[in-house]
């Protein structure tokens, strides 16, 4: 099967926005695979053994996806810009659930260590990372917006610039603050200050 192009993707999305149910039809095979990424590269920093796989975690993505009704896409980096935000939340809730389930039992914490490793670290705590970027969209949002998409989703700067309409060096500023910012704020948590 060819790779579809942005500008295809990008018009189906228009179009299932603008309720055309065939349109749906034809998006879902062409972005399963993005999908699919998305979700692993989630998974990846995910602890060894952790019950939430990735196919359950897409579907429950999609799910999400299908329900939204008349949403005005851009294109498609802001399709997986919301797909990745999805995927955040799911995940988030199910560590969320597990934590009560065990009554804050063994959900590891971030180290700053383990934060300054944003990209390639396992096992980070989502609940703590989600309650810090929450603070961070208090008081900055868009930086907010750029961890999300980079670290959650995997989206490139360019991607993340034609989502927030930004230039690409505003998202590498942002993503250099952002991430000083949460390591302050992860560190501080740990050290007990926060």
Avoid: C
Avoid at 10 to 27: F, I, R
Avoid at 103 to 124: H, M, Y
Wanted: proline share 4%; aromatic share 6%; net charge neutral.
């Amino acid at each position: 099967m060819q790779t579809p192009s942005p500008k295809e993707i990008t018009g189906l999305l228009v179009a299932w926005g603008d309720g055309d149910q065939s349109a749906l039809e034809q998006l879902a095979p062409l972005v399963q695979s993005e999908l699919h990424r998305l979700a692993h590269h989630y998974m990846g920093r995910e602890r060894p053994g952790h019950t939430l796989q990735t196919s359950a975690l897409v579907n429950e993505a999609y799910i999400r996806l299908i329900d939204w009704k008349n949403v005005r896409w851009q294109n498609r980096a802001h399709f997986f810009a919301v797909s990745a935000q999805l995927m955040r939340r799911i995940l988030v809730d199910f560590a969320r659930d597990r934590q009560n389930l065990k009554r804050g039992g063994d959900v590891p914490k971030v180290s700053l260590t383990a934060a300054a490793a944003f990209p390639t670290e396992r096992g980070a705590d989502l609940v703590a990372l989600d309650e810090a970027l929450k603070m961070l969209a208090e008081v900055d949002p868009r930086k907010s917006q750029v961890v999300e998409m980079r670290f959650f989703g995997g989206l490139s700067v360019k991607e993340v610039a034609e989502v927030l309409n930004v230039s690409e060096e505003t998202v590498m500023r942002d993503w250099r603050l952002a991430k000083v910012w949460l390591l302050r704020e992860l560190g501080q948590e740990r050290d007990g200050d926060g």
